[in-house]
């Protein structure tokens, strides 16, 4: 079930906030101190944020701030529900890291629609973030490599290598040989001569 977090000190709102979206089957929690939403973050990894502008100890657009900063939780998407309706206010909130940004009072079935289009859009553009090859674990975004967990430090040109190749070969035990074996050897000797020195060339053989 999907899991929205709301970060909301308006009692009367989290109500309202919790009734509308457990008759949409959304699960919920809510954080209503701005301290603990990081903490609250790693505990229940929700799929979307209703963020308040306005909290006490540290406000909404800061929290923004610090979770596109932060690598577990930057892809969150995050709604900002705020009075504050100035076009300064708006800007602000969605440059320091808001999708999407609604004043109150707001409409219900307009807040539903909104948190359906953008958790569609998130699944839409979620892609492969790792890739398995061997004993070899290659981290697409942090563009990274690590054997039994240890890192190899590659430079640009060798990690870009290391992933076509490494691509290759588990399309190839999927789909067969073919075009994809042909482009596999024509590069296979190109790839081990940059990674020979770095002993990685066993770790692409599954065993």
């Known amino acids: ?22 008759r949409q ?13 990081m ?10 944020i209703l ?14 701030h610090l979770i596109r900063q932060n690598v577990s939780f930057k892809k969150i998407p995050v709604i900002m529900l705020t009075a504050r309706s100035d076009e300064a206010d708006k800007v602000k909130g969605l440059s320091m890291g808001a999708d999407d ?7 219900i079935p307009e807040l539903m629609a909104r948190i359906q289009a953008l958790l569609r859009r998130t699944s839409e553009n979620k892609k492969v973030s790792f890739l398995k090859a ?21 430079g640009p040109t060798e990690f ?15 789909n067969g040989i073919g075009m994809i074996l042909f482009l596999f ?6 790839l081990f001569s940059k990674l020979k020195a770095k002993n990685l060339t066993s770790s692409l053989i599954f065993k």
């Open 1 to 22: 079930m999907t899991k929205i977090l709301i970060v909301e000190d308006e009692a009367s709102l989290v109500e309202l906030l919790e009734y509308n979206l457990s």
């Open 25 to 37: 089957q959304y699960q919920t929690c809510v954080v209503m101190e701005g301290q603990k939403v």
């Open 39 to 48: 903490s609250t973050l790693k505990s229940e990894a929700p799929d979307l």
């Open 51 to 64: 963020m308040d502008w306005m909290l006490p100890g540290i406000s909404g657009v800061e929290l923004c």
């Open 101 to 107: 940004y609604m004043t109150k009072p707001f409409s």
């Open 134 to 154: 061997g004993v070899l674990k290659i981290d697409l975004e942090k563009k990274q490599v690590f054997r039994e967990n240890h890192e190899i430090h590659l």
């Open 160 to 174: 870009k290598l290391l992933t076509f190749i490494s691509g290759l070969i588990l399309i190839n035990s999927i």
């Open 185 to 190: 050897l024509s590069n296979f000797m190109f």
